[in-house]
């Protein structure tokens, strides 16, 4: 079995040209690459399907690359948007892409590993001669069949050319990694499409070389929300946005519906123990779900993280949290309303006054159901104060400056 037969198992795979060429072809090494741009400063649970993939292919003996988009971002991605996105700045692209560079050294560690950036080919290329030399190979009635600018049309929403051009960025980057590296496959989200196999096609008319596109699926939950993102806001893997135990916490509580997926694509444990594991129904479940964010925080942030979730969830129970579970926060004067929103368990002021008139939310595991109450002022002047939101949400604060 290659590792294409693996991940197309384990529901990688959403889409890929040639995969029968492909599984010979990687009977032997192959250099794969994804692109990255820098829109943020680090990555959320989302971007875990396409990491995994790529330590797939690490483990299969095969070299990635990692691809800054420290060009392209002073562009943007037209895919899947609606409307332009906004420029950014130089510096801001640049301290993303310093940032987000380690966690591609973190995560992509099973294997041969190269970080590059387009910026060192994209921003010293001439218009003219990209004009002459890429542009013409580049169809405009075949650009306008991609579902994204077809769909952008349909719906009367404008389209610039700035936008269009990103296609033609995306595929040159390809050309010149198989030029520099030997790059012939490019893996990919599968809003990202177009663009990749536009990369195979160009390929293909300037080198007269078969290079392949794959791509794998856009996770949403069984409830239809968007992968990495929950109530409290986006599941990011940088644990100074998101401790390990709120990250823990996100995992464990996955759907039923979910955990066999999501064992498969965001673990490395074999296929027939998650068989074993998910063969189970309600309550039986659960220990299923604990492996799973036992792994997936193991693969984030280290054993440390692990421990640290769980001695904060054993904490949820009772009155006592380390120092490293306790957040600080800014409270000069707080309210109930302020004390909960500022927890980080709720997305907005308006959500925390619901959850307080629900009864769902606890104050050292006591229900308080004003919303005025200052009584949390005296608390927190007293230490640590428990901030609970329902059942399985949980968080400790403590004043600060």
């Known amino acids: 079995m290659t590792v294409w037969d693996e991940l197309e198992q384990r529901g990688f795979i959403a889409d890929a040209s040639a995969m029968d060429d492909l599984k010979e072809r990687s009977k032997t090494p192959l250099t794969c690459y994804a692109g990255f741009d820098l829109t943020a400063p680090s990555f959320h649970a989302g971007h875990l399907v396409l990491f995994m993939l790529l330590r797939h292919l690490q483990r299969a003996g095969h070299k990635v690359i990692a691809l800054l988009g420290g060009g392209t971002t002073q562009v943007g991605d037209p895919s899947d948007k609606n409307s332009e996105r906004p420029l950014m700045e130089l510096q801001r692209i640049e301290e993303n892409g310093k940032k987000l560079r380690h966690t591609f050294e973190h995560l992509l560690c099973d294997g041969d590993l190269k970080i590059v950036n387009n ?22 009635n075949r650009m306008l069949r991609f579902d994204f600018i077809k769909n952008r049309l349909a719906a009367n929403q404008p389209l610039s050319f700035l936008e269009m051009g990103y296609m033609l960025l995306q595929s040159y980057d390809f050309v010149e990694l198989h030029d520099r590296h030997n790059c012939c496959v490019q893996v990919g989200g599968q809003d990202q499409w177009a663009n990749i196999i536009s990369g195979v096609d160009l390929i293909r008319r300037m080198r007269g070389e078969q290079a392949f596109a794959v791509t794998c699926p856009l996770i949403a939950t069984s409830s239809g929300q968007k992968m990495g993102k929950s109530a409290g806001g986006a599941i990011w893997l940088e644990g100074e946005r998101l401790p390990p135990y709120d990250f823990w916490q996100f995992w464990r509580n996955t759907a039923d519906a979910d955990v066999e997926r999501f064992l498969k694509l965001f673990t490395f444990l074999p296929l027939d123990k998650i068989a074993a594991l998910t063969n189970v129904q309600g309550s039986a479940l659960n220990d299923a779900k604990k492996v799973l964010a036992d792994e997936v925080t193991h693969l984030i942030h280290g054993e440390e993280g692990v421990k640290s979730a769980h001695a904060m969830t054993e904490a949820s129970f009772g009155n006592e949290a380390s120092e490293a579970d306790v957040k600080t926060v800014a409270l000069a004067h707080a309210t109930l309303v ?17 959850h307080i008139r629900d009864g769902a939310v606890k104050v050292n595991d006591v229900v308080i159901t004003d919303e005025t109450t200052e009584a949390v002022d005296a608390l927190l002047k007293e230490g640590a104060v428990k901030v609970s939101v329902g059942r399985k949400k949980h968080a400790f604060l403590k004043r600060g400056p």
Request: aromatic share 10%; net charge positive; proline share 0%.
């Open 119 to 140: 910026a060192d080919w994209l921003c010293s290329i001439g218009y003219l001669d990209f004009l002459k030399r890429i542009g013409r190979h580049f169809s405009v």
């Open 338 to 354: 302020d004390l909960v929103t500022a927890s980080g368990l709720v997305g907005s002021r308006s959500e925390a006054r619901r």
